[in-house]
């Protein structure tokens, strides 16, 4: 069966400091991973998606960057955090073996992000 | 632009009634929605997907309805538990594809 793997799942970084959240996923080949961010109250926002190695589209320009360095591996990266960055980051992943309209998420058990 | 729009304020209900949670869209007609739970500090799970041309979808206790002509889903969850209290979000994929975009969801409290 599949499974999803994201860590840490909690973090507490300075503003300033440089950022590296990783998320694997085992039992498929060829999915596609998602980032979201979960701010407090409010929805969940796409940051980035990939459907293919080193394949990253970017939903939200800012200071953080993506990269899918392996068919399963996705990497969230910042280079200076900010405090505007906190929130509840989520990794996700889909198959399309199916039909499109089959398509749903799976997503991982998140990391909690400070930044103070 | 394309939007999912949920309730924000909390549904408060007794154990046992029937919950029913709103879901609509605007500027675009999704080829189906889906409805997931999500757990405090927890990823969201997948629950249910409906398609355009299907009015009504059951699994359990839960129904999820499409009503294309009020650009709406509903989602009810009937004889409610405590166990069900989450938030519950509905999503569609936008006119694209590949992007699944989230309500912000609703918090169900399902009160003994």
């Known amino acids: 069966s599949q499974t999803i793997h994201q860590w840490p799942a909690t973090l507490v970084q300075p503003v300033g400091s440089p950022l590296s959240l990783e998320c694997t996923v085992e039992?498929?080949?060829?999915?596609?991973l998602y980032w979201y961010r979960q701010a407090a109250g409010r929805g969940l926002q796409l940051l980035f998606y990939?459907?293919?190695?080193?394949?990253i589209s970017s939903e939200v320009p800012q200071n953080l960057s993506a990269s899918r360095p392996q068919d399963r591996q996705f990497i969230l990266s910042s280079k200076k955090l900010l405090l505007s960055d906190s929130g509840f980051y989520l990794c996700?992943?889909?198959?399309?073996?199916?039909?499109?309209?089959?398509?749903?998420?799976?997503f991982g058990s998140g990391t909690q992000l400070s930044v103070l | 632009s394309q939007k999912i729009e949920q309730n924000s304020e909390a549904l408060n209900i007794q154990e046992g009634k029937t919950a029913t949670l709103t879901c609509n869209y605007t500027n675009y007609s999704p080829a189906y929605l889906q409805w997931y739970r999500q757990d405090p500090g927890r990823g969201p799970v997948f629950l249910l997907l409906?398609?355009?041309?299907?009015k009504e979808k059951r699994k359990e206790r839960l129904k999820v309805t499409f009503d294309t002509t009020l650009k709406q889903s509903l989602f009810h969850i009937t004889a409610s538990q405590p166990a069900d209290s989450a938030t519950y979000l509905c999503?569609?994929?936008?006119?694209?594809?590949?992007?699944?975009?989230f309500g912000t969801g609703t918090r169900l409290l399902v009160s003994p």
């Open positions: 999503a569609s994929h936008t006119t694209g594809f590949q992007k699944l975009v």
């Open positions: 990939s459907v293919g190695i080193g394949q």
């Open positions: 039992g498929t080949s060829n999915p596609n």
């Open positions: 409906i398609r355009e041309n299907e």
């Open positions: 996700a992943w889909s198959d399309l073996w199916g039909e499109p309209t089959n398509e749903k998420l799976f």
